[in-house]
């Protein structure tokens, strides 16, 4: 009698269910191992078969010691000891190679625990089947209404309902619709339960059929690819299995495939069955992106174990791919970095070339991206010292350079490179190339071990799949309560430059996995950014998101995070937004919680609930923005002026101008109201361009009168980002012969933010022609700080959080030291805003040289003030 384990699960941690389902399965999984290596051993070897036939071995081997059934675990490691050998020459296996693992397989079986190893010399099954009676050819019970009554199908006595499915399901990394963990979202709109069969009716398709919906599988028949078709653009399959009478079919359900698969961002795998081996088959399978091509099956057993590969979530069949990109120029090593990252790849830059054999012990790259041309050390020298250690003697080597000269490419490849590519490259031909090189290294070398090293997402849920999630329940309609918070970590760029990118990704896999562990699995988080993350709160109503947001930001706040042994603090701002009908996708629901997480940023809880626009506010909004597009053909638009006055006295004039639209009753709407509207709708670059022309001729008429004055002109990031606005405003400039200087250019603080490259160049092009820059609602914060060292600024507004410094001495000092750092840069600082005297001498007292407001004069439309006399 074989032993039982004594304590079941042995984790103390993992669920006696969980146990006690995988040792229901575990007698089904070594009869298929058997079962491969018999086939494999008739048919002929290949090293895919070979490495996932060893990772198999492997996973069931940890599996069962996890589970406390330390024998079979050994027997199963002998037998991953038997198959690691074939992989580390490498080498196929001989024919004869096959008699010993099927002997220990065999001995394998008198250990496996009773009483289930009795079920392990039945039929082979799949699920919860013993044997299965084959129906009529071209049956199938669903197919008409006046079909005949279903098949008897022979079942041995299964374990309480349900169980057998959700073992099943999770040996195959799904979900049963009964399973407690499956989300209401998942369940009710199908998506990742259903299997589409493109079917001919025959014996083979039917027991098919049969055997999936035992194994716990939803299958929908179709007997047209236009159904298909059809229902491919409404729902999201699991799997989608096309029969060979189909065949002429099979690349338009590959193309409708493709289409939803760029949509929804899932794998949605693709087989087919052919009655044949046939080249004129194979190349059709290929240009449909077939996953998998099934020739003459001697039954549907075959079939199912093909299809099993498919159903397994490739994050458990291989780790991601990781790359080394050795570049010495930093932007150039951070734009590839970028793309193979974006690709789903963990990357790691290193632009000091004696370092690369550190940073590959540590790292263990799959792939070496490497420039030819680094000073101390260039990329042939490089190359040839790497291959002198054993571990890395078949790590592929890309070289990644314009170099031109034919002769130099040969030797960097004599010199031990697998391959070279000519910048400029294009990130898809980047992408390919490194899959393909990773891929078939991977596969000769057997390497489907987990990654050491932490990964980019930090063991979150995979962006893609937590926004399929979203798609579902919104597709839903579901009356259950769930809502979405948009996490953003304050300064991400400048951490970036402060760690680097590895640290910066070692620090937000740490920031990730505390707000996994803080939610809990019911709420899963996914990074959706370098520095932020989204939150599908299910089960939390509208009620609940603003707590919730507020515990996580003080979760964050108050861990004490580590990066190369400096402490970090994070701060984060978060938007929160409810689940409605009125968003149609989750990419809208997510452009929601964004826009409040930015307006949570002038908030003193750093939190915002996006509150949905009422019938008659969107009536309104409708006819705003009507008028924006009148004023901007016809006319309409209107510039006020406010003055900026020195604190300490002075003479020099200058003033904010201000946009106002006037409508038809007479009424002004200023700017704070028709800028969100506008950017919402790519009118700003109209309005921005109608604001300057204005402004630069009230310079003219200034200085034509011999009044001359500065002028400060609020402009939007995206007006800057024109590809052709710094030529335009040097043609307004000249031809109005106006001083650049007399103009200051306003940027809001979270434009800057988010957009700081493009507007740093626009700053950078324009200063030289002796134009000046204002940061506007500027803060203390990381980045305000770091955007004031790296813009080349003249002036800095403050944020109107100050202007209520006098209420806490913690807003007091952090404006004491904004304005320390402003002085230290030599910028001048302006309270605007200003509307009362306490506010004002709170300003004065902390050291601002100029005011703006109301309690200077209220903006008009001329440009009138005494600025000598002027008393503050």
Not at 170 to 185: F, I, P, V
């Amino acid at each position: 009698m074989p032993s039982q384990p004594t304590s079941m699960p042995h984790d103390a941690s993992a669920p006696a269910t969980a146990a006690e389902a995988f040792v229901r399965h575990l007698p089904r999984r070594v009869e298929a191992l058997a079962r491969r290596i018999q086939r494999l051993s008739r048919n002929g070897w290949d090293i895919n078969a070979l490495s996932l036939l060893h990772h198999d071995a492997r996973w069931l081997a940890d599996a069962s010691v996890r589970h406390g059934l330390d024998d079979v675990g050994s027997g199963l490691r002998a037998l991953e000891q038997l198959l690691h050998a074939h992989l580390d020459i490498p080498a196929l296996p001989a024919a004869e190679a096959a008699a010993p693992m099927l002997e220990t397989l065999a001995n394998l079986r008198s250990r496996l625990p009773q009483p289930l190893a009795a079920s392990a010399q039945s039929a082979p099954t799949f699920g919860n089947i013993a044997r299965v009676e084959v129906p009529p050819p071209g049956y199938w019970r669903r197919w008409s209404g006046d079909a005949p009554p279903p098949v008897a199908v022979a079942v041995r006595p299964a374990a309480p309902a349900g169980e057998a499915a959700m073992a099943a399901r999770k040996s195959h990394g799904t979900k049963s619709a009964g399973d407690a963990s499956a989300t209401q979202a998942e369940t009710d709109s199908g998506i990742l339960t259903h299997i589409f069969h493109l079917t001919d009716g025959s014996a083979l398709s039917c027991e098919l059929d049969q055997r999936l919906e035992a194994a716990g599988y939803s299958v929908e028949p179709f007997t047209e690819a236009e159904q298909l078709h059809d229902l491919l653009g409404e729902r999201l399959p699991l799997l989608v299995v096309v029969d060979s009478a189909h065949i002429e079919a099979l690349e338009a359900v590959g193309a409708a495939l493709r289409a939803a698969r760029q949509r929804t961002g899932l794998r949605l795998p693709l087989a087919t069955i052919a009655a044949e081996d046939d080249l004129g088959i194979r190349l059709t399978a290929r240009r449909a992106g077939a996953d998998a091509l099934i020739i003459a099956p001697p039954g549907a057993g075959e079939v199912l174990q093909q299809l099993h590969v498919l159903l397994e979530p490739p994050e458990e069949r291989e780790p991601a791919y990781r790359v080394l990109i050795v570049e010495d120029d930093r932007s150039q090593g951070l734009f590839a970095e970028s793309i193979l990252r974006n690709a789903g790849m963990e990357t790691r830059v290193a632009d000091d070339p004696f370092q690369v054999p550190a940073i590959m012990e540590e790292f263990a790259p799959d792939l070496l991206l490497m420039d030819l041309h680094m000073p101390g050390c260039n990329g042939m020298e490089l190359t040839a010292l790497i291959r002198e250690h054993d571990r890395f003697l078949h790590t592929p080597i890309v070289f990644l350079s314009g170099e031109s000269d034919q002769d130099l490419h040969f030797e960097a490849l004599d010199a031990g490179g697998d391959d070279f590519l000519a910048k400029p490259v294009r990130p898809r031909h980047l992408i390919s190339a490194v899959q393909n090189r990773i891929r078939r290294a991977r596969a000769l070398a057997g390497r489907t071990q987990p990654s050491p090293v932490i990964r980019r997402d930090g063991g979150l849920l995979g962006r893609r799949r937590l926004l399929a999630r979203i798609d579902a329940a919104l597709a839903s309609r579901s009356p259950r309560p769930a809502g979405v918070l948009f996490i953003d970590i304050e300064g991400g760029v400048h951490l970036r430059e402060q760690l680097g990118l590895a640290a910066l990704e070692r620090l937000m896999a740490e920031a990730g996995m505390l707000l996994a562990e803080r939610l809990g699995k019911d709420m899963p988080v996914a990074r959706y950014g370098d520095a932020s993350f989204i939150v599908f709160a299910a089960e939390q109503d509208e009620a609940a998101l603003e707590p919730l947001a507020a515990d996580l930001r003080r979760t964050l706040a108050e861990h004490s995070f580590e990066v190369d042994q400096r402490p970090v603090r994070l701060r984060a701002l978060v938007g929160a937004c409810a689940l409605a009908s009125t968003f149609p996708d989750a990419g809208t629901l997510l452009n929601a919680a964004e826009r409040a997480c930015h307006e949570a940023r002038g908030s003193e809880s750093g939190v915002r609930l996006h509150r949905p626009r009422q019938h008659q506010e969107l009536a309104r909004e409708q006819a705003l923005l009507a008028q924006i597009e009148r004023a901007i053909t016809e006319g309409g638009f209107e510039l006020h002026y406010q003055p900026i006055v020195a604190v300490q006295g002075g003479d020099e004039a200058q003033f904010q101008a201000l946009l106002r639209l006037r409508d038809a009753e007479g009424g002004l709407h200023p700017a704070a109201e028709l800028i969100p509207l506008a950017e919402r709708h790519g009118l700003m670059v109209d309005i921005d361009r109608w604001v300057m022309g204005q402004a630069l001729a009230a310079l003219e008429r200034s200085r034509r009168e011999a009044r001359p004055l500065r002028l400060f002109v609020s402009q939007s990031s995206l007006t800057l980002a024109a590809r052709d606005q710094i030529q335009w405003l040097r043609e307004r400039i000249s031809r109005q012969d106006t001083p650049a200087s007399a103009l200051v250019i306003e940027i809001r603080l979270d434009d800057a933010i988010l957009n700081t490259d493009s507007v740093q160049a626009f700053c950078a092009a324009l200063v030289a022609d002796g134009v000046q820059f204002c940061l506007s609602q500027c803060e203390a914060g990381r980045d305000g700080l770091a955007l004031l060292e790296r813009l080349p600024l003249s002036y800095v507004k403050l944020a109107p959080k100050y202007l209520a410094a006098s209420s806490t001495q913690a807003l007091r000092d952090e404006l004491k030291v904004l304005i320390d750092h402003a002085h230290r840069r030599n910028l001048l600082v302006i309270g605007h805003r200003v509307e009362d005297p306490q506010a004002a001498a709170t300003l004065w007292v902390s050291g601002i040289d100029f005011l703006q407001g109301n309690l200077v004069q209220r903006a008009g439309d001329d440009l009138a003030f005494d600025f000598q006399s002027a008393v503050l």
